[in-house]
């Protein structure tokens, strides 16, 4: 029933979109995106036209100056996709916190975890609070984006978040990434883009792989508390095209009283054909890990030496997960314009073990409880760009469709050491979206140019549960509008402003609620399926000497509501309306042609925007974030990098009478590349063994012998103490 209500909306929304656009351009021009270079599909990539100019810009084109790719510009250089690219005068970004980062940016530096390479994102935080093969935690904006909840992920264009989620909505495990393949990473952050839908309110983060390396690849890993990494790639020509491989395979104990035990597997495969505007890809992904889990542990428990600062409570919560894609994309250009299609099938397994309070809820046999995840998801992102001009004023208009369904099995339930005690809730969910959008951008003057949108989304499910009286249908749709403008540039300098709506979809099982799964009689409200979001952005970006480029934006976003459905206790957790307002300050500097300078600044207001006794501030919610690198070498001889992420302190309760630690962490980098690709590296992990957290929250537990009501107190989990990895590659 729900494909087919799917199929008829997003058959009738199509027809009127394409029978809406207007007839080719009497002149046709090279296609470009307005915001972004076209989809990369292929082993050789052509950069995208921007519009014409009728002259060019009396103060020089600020476009022409951004060499690096962390300030705007496009990485693509019509070379192979394997190759670092350089820097493009095409690419024109419509906002100033839209970033492009290149592959090389992303392992210029060290980092700990698959995971932190996004940490390369401006004002981004990544961190873990439980076993290695978990979804990483992600603040950004002011915001504790949990496991993903607002932050869409995507690698080759398949999405990473997964709705109606056995841990939390818009779960993003990003553990199969394998960062030496990494092409790009694109940033957007707020509401203000037509392509993005739901998860993007506070970001959006594009990973592209490479198609073809400019050398194969051999490396090995060893470094403290028993990690070891094995990496091999190798790129090929195969008849027409090029067929990439890669396998990874990781083992890692930890720091930990109880050893984590990962064990990771993780390969790609991957055939391209053609170029970036008339090629096709095919790539297939297989990931699994297993693994022990030292959760978040009581501050007092520590304190009196119950546990160390790197022990656990309950040796026996662990987690194994599997990953498994096939996609592809394909892409061509004509008289007509440019399109792109990409489609993908998904089949993820997740099962957790955690017991994060003990002895509260049962003074027996203990609060463990296992969430359990199993889904095939499917989708397609169409897109078609053409350019257009009326009345000697050009313009480029984007039409696009993007659709997914997912068929979900999902439960919780009540464990001890592993071992099932009862049923909280099993459900079978079925779960689909339509997102139909188009934007146009109009090149008024030569310092004048404006993007205006519109996308509309539709969601639709049903769920069967194991409580009759939480099954049943929901359905939302939303339309969201969005609009920016670009002045400049002048002076190397351009300003930017940016408006729009998005949204945030609540787990289904919350819109169908009637009853508490745990008793299943207590009455529950449900929630609405789609929840509204609304930002701003004013910023520039700006060259004032040779080799600096900076950008500043100050932004604001609200959220009506920022309802979750909490996976941990099987029920809806009510939430209040919210704004965050800020400004980030981004910088990178490279006097040298091998060394170069990154510094960023990220600083948010967070507040619920009702009023309520118990306070205004957004428990988790960060004020201060900053990062900065200094990296240095070329392709010979020797390199080095360091590297230092300050975490500030947050509010833990709504009063603010509770505040996490802050963290400032370095991490740094020496090596040597001989003349014959061989490579020898050494990474010193928190160089400075910083005694600090990774995560900090306040609720309450209950340790053997205290008040059955339990205590309210910080849990932490400690950021590990400093380590040493040694790796020894060859390129060949």
Not at 342 to 357: E, K, P, Q
Request: charged letters at 20%; proline letters at 5%; hydrophobic letters at 40%.
């Amino acid at each position: 029933m729900v494909r087919g209500t799917l199929l008829r909306m997003f058959s009738a929304a199509a027809s009127s979109a394409l029978c809406a656009l207007p007839v080719a351009a009497q002149e046709r021009r090279a296609v470009a995106a307005a915001e972004l270079p076209p989809v990369t599909v292929a082993a050789e990539e052509q950069p995208p036209k921007r519009l014409a100019r009728k002259k060019p810009p009396k103060n020089g084109d600020l476009r022409n100056h951004q060499t690096a790719a962390r300030t705007g510009s496009s990485t693509a250089d019509g070379g192979t996709a394997g190759a670092t690219p350089a820097a493009s005068s095409s690419l024109q970004p419509t906002a100033a916190s839209a970033v492009r980062i290149s592959g090389k940016e992303v392992n210029a530096v060290p980092f700990s975890r698959s995971g932190e390479a996004l940490e390369v994102v401006p004002g981004l935080i990544v961190t873990q609070h439980s076993g290695e093969g978990k979804a990483n935690q992600y603040f950004l904006r002011g915001f504790n984006l949990d496991h993903g909840t607002d932050l869409a992920i995507s690698v080759d264009g398949m999405p990473v978040n997964m709705p109606t989620h056995g841990h939390g909505q818009g779960y993003a495990d990003i553990n199969f990434l394998i960062p030496e393949l990494i092409r790009s990473v694109d940033v957007r952050k707020g509401p203000y883009f037509a392509d993005q839908g739901d998860f993007a309110s506070a970001g959006a983060v594009a990973i592209d792989y490479v198609n073809k390396l400019p050398h194969n690849i051999a490396e090995m890993t060893f470094a403290s508390f028993g990690y070891r990494r094995a990496l091999a790639a190798t790129s090929n020509a195969v008849g027409a095209g090029t067929l990439l491989a890669a396998l990874e395979a990781t083992r890692y104990d930890g720091p930990w009283r109880s050893p984590d035990d990962v064990r990771k597997l993780n390969g790609v495969l991957r055939y391209s054909q053609g170029t970036a505007t008339d090629g096709l890809t095919l790539t297939a992904m297989a990931y699994s890990n297993g693994w022990n889990s030292t959760d978040q542990v009581a501050q007092r428990a520590i304190d009196h030496g119950l546990v160390d600062r790197l022990g656990t409570l309950d040796p026996t919560d662990s987690g194994t997960s599997s990953r498994f894609s096939l996609s592809g994309s394909w892409a061509q250009s004509g008289d007509y314009g440019q399109t792109n299609v990409r489609a993908y099938v998904v089949r993820s397994d997740l099962r957790l073990f955690n017991d994060f309070t003990y002895f509260l809820d049962n003074p027996v046999n203990g609060d463990q409880f296992s969430q359990f995840d199993r889904r095939s998801l499917g989708g397609i992102d169409a897109r078609h760009a053409f350019d257009w001009r009326i009345a000697g004023i050009e313009a480029q208009t984007r039409v696009g469709v993007q659709s997914r369904y997912d068929d979900i099995d999902v439960g919780l339930f009540k464990t001890e050491q592993r071992s099932w005690l009862s049923t909280v809730r099993d459900d079978r969910v079925q779960e689909g979206n339509v997102g139909l959008w188009t934007d146009t951008t109009t090149r008024w003057t030569d310092w004048l140019r404006t993007t205006v949108g519109i996308r509309e989304d539709v969601f639709a499910g049903h769920v069967f549960s194991d409580t009759p009286q939480n099954s049943g249908s929901a359905q939302a749709s939303m339309a969201s509008p969005k609009a920016g403008i670009v002045l400049g540039p002048w002076y190397r300098t351009e300003f930017y402003a940016n408006a729009g709506y998005g949204l945030h979809s609540n787990d289904i099982r919350g819109a169908t609620i009637t009853v508490d799964p745990n008793d299943k009689v207590t009455p529950l409200d449900r929630v609405p399926l789609l929840v509204r979001s609304r930002g701003a952005e004013l910023g520039l970006r700006t060259k004032p000497v040779e080799g600096l480029t900076s950008s500043l934006a100050v932004f604001m976003l609200d959220f009506d509501s920022e309802l979750l459905f909490v996976g941990d206790a099987g029920t809806t957790e009510p939430s209040r309306p919210s704004r965050r307002v800020g400004i980030e300050w981004t910088n990178q500097y490279k006097p040298l042609p091998w060394m170069t300078v990154d510094l960023d600044v990220a600083h948010s207001h967070a507040r619920f925007t009702d009023f309520n006794p118990a306070g205004a501030r957004i428990p988790g919610a960060p004020t201060w974030v900053a990062s900065g690198a200094v990296t240095l070498g070329g392709d010979a001889g020797w390199f080095g990098a360091l590297k230092a992420r300050y975490f500030g302190p947050r509010p833990l309760i709504e009063d603010d009478s509770v505040r996490s630690r802050s963290s400032l962490i370095f991490n740094a980098r020496a090596g040597y590349i001989f003349d014959n690709g061989v490579r020898v590296q050494l990474d010193v992990l928190n160089l400075f063994n910083a005694q600090t957290n990774q995560i900090e929250y306040y609720y309450l537990s209950r340790l053997p012998g205290e008040p059955i009501e339990g205590i309210a107190d910080r849990h932490v989990h400690p950021a590990e103490p400093l380590a040493v990895r040694l790796t020894m590659a060859a390129k060949f």
